[in-house]
Structure formats: C-alpha cells, structure tokens
C-alpha cells in the first residue's frame, strides 16, 4: 500500500512553454499533498502545501502565478509550470499525506525531471 | 523556527558492520518522526516511523527515539551497498514535515 505515482516521470520543453505533472495517490485518500523541488546535491525545498478543494499555500519566495496547483479530489493534484525558463529546471517531486494503517505518514511520488531548453 | 539538525556526512561505514544515524530537533513537543532514504536522482522513501520512546525495529533497520535529549537515530545492521544513499530525518510539525539536511551513507565493500 501507500504508492503515489507521478508522471510524467521526465520532460523536456522549450523556454516559454507550460508544463503539467500529475500526482495521485493510488491506495489511500490523501488529505494533504505537497510539491516539493530538488536540484542537484541540494536538499528538498518545499515550494507549496495543498489540501482537496482548497487553495495552495505557498512557501515564500514561490511565485504562485508561476507554479499552479490545483488539487482536486482526494486522490489527485496537479504542478503546472507556466511561461517556463531554464531556470525552472529541477526534480520536482509530489508527495501526498493520509492515514495509512494506523497512521498519519506522507508518501512520494517517483519525480519529475524537468528540461527547460 | 524549528529545526531538525543532521550531520551531513559522509558517513562511511564496512559492508557488514552496523551504520549509526543521528538526528536532533528543536521542537519539544514533536510527536512523530520519520527516516527517509534518498538513492541519487530517485525520490525520497519513508523506511522508519516512530512515535514513542524506545527502540522500533523493522529488519535491519532500528530507530531509536529520546524525546527528552530530543533525538532520533537510525541504526541499519549488517550494512550493504545497496544502503549507500542519503538518509534524511523528518519530523512532523504543525502543518508540514520539518526536514534534516539529510547524511549521506557510503557503505564500502
């Protein structure tokens, strides 16, 4: 149990173009699900929280005009990166909270590697 | 602001002997921890919760829990390569896990 799959799992686009990653969580509802960005040898950042039906919360410094979340059910949210550069690009990585046995535990996704060109 | 202190390592440890872990916080009402394991380019992976005082063993991997020192340590017995990744402590806060910086692990053959 408790799998969270992501996809795509690797992008490449050009410098202005809009991209999209899935997340959901196959298994279990997730309560709360969060978007996190790693580059390379870096720790995670955590760039937004978000809960079913309700708005992102931001971390500061994340441009939420850029980095869209929308989480629409229990099971589902979606990153979209929009007007691209390549500075964007990164691992981005979806991780989703609920209970799962017992317990209140987040799980992640596999990742998106994004190449802005 | 709260914190989760990890040495970043790397820790390097003989195939076959036991790699110790360790990780502090800041937050004395922290409740709930949890281990993660990162291989490079691949997605963290939760191997260890513990909520409690004492000792939880799952295989070859045990966390150890104080919360009145304020630590948590992962300790993987019988070490393999395949365990060489970073290894990165969280523990729950409010809204949001609080994250280590995470310790690099090098088991050597």
């Known amino acids: 149990g408790a799998v969270v799959s992501q996809h795509p799992s690797r992008v490449i686009c050009k410098s202005g173009t809009s991209v999209k990653i899935e997340c959901r969580s196959l298994d279990f509802q997730a309560t709360t699900m969060f978007w996190y960005r790693q580059f390379p040898k870096q720790s995670l950042m955590l760039m937004a929280t978000s809960n079913e039906g309700s708005k992102a919360t931001y971390e500061q410094g994340v441009e939420k005009d850029k980095f869209l979340i929308n989480h629409a059910s229990l099971t589902l949210s979606t990153l979209t990166v929009t007007s691209a550069h390549p500075e964007d690009s990164s691992f981005y990585i979806c991780?989703?909270?609920?209970?799962?046995?017992?317990?209140?535990?987040?799980?992640f996704g596999p990742g998106t590697r994004l190449t802005v060109l | 602001q709260k914190e989760v202190e990890q040495n970043s390592g790397p820790l390097s440890v003989p195939e076959g002997a036991i790699a110790s872990l360790n990780c502090t916080y800041s937050d004395r009402g922290s409740q709930s921890f949890f281990w993660y394991r990162q291989y490079s380019g691949k997605s963290p992976e939760l191997i260890m919760s513990i909520y409690s005082n004492g000792d939880q063993e799952d295989g070859r991997f045990t966390a150890q829990l104080n919360k009145a020192s304020q630590y948590v340590s992962l300790l993987i017995r019988d070490s393999q390569p395949s365990d060489s990744a970073t290894y990165l402590c969280?523990?729950?806060?409010?809204?949001?896990?609080?994250w280590g910086a995470g310790t690099k692990l090098i088991i050597k053959p």
């Open positions: 969280a523990v729950k806060g409010n809204y949001q896990l609080i």
């Open positions: 991780s989703a909270r609920g209970t799962v046995g017992s317990y209140n535990e987040q799980f």
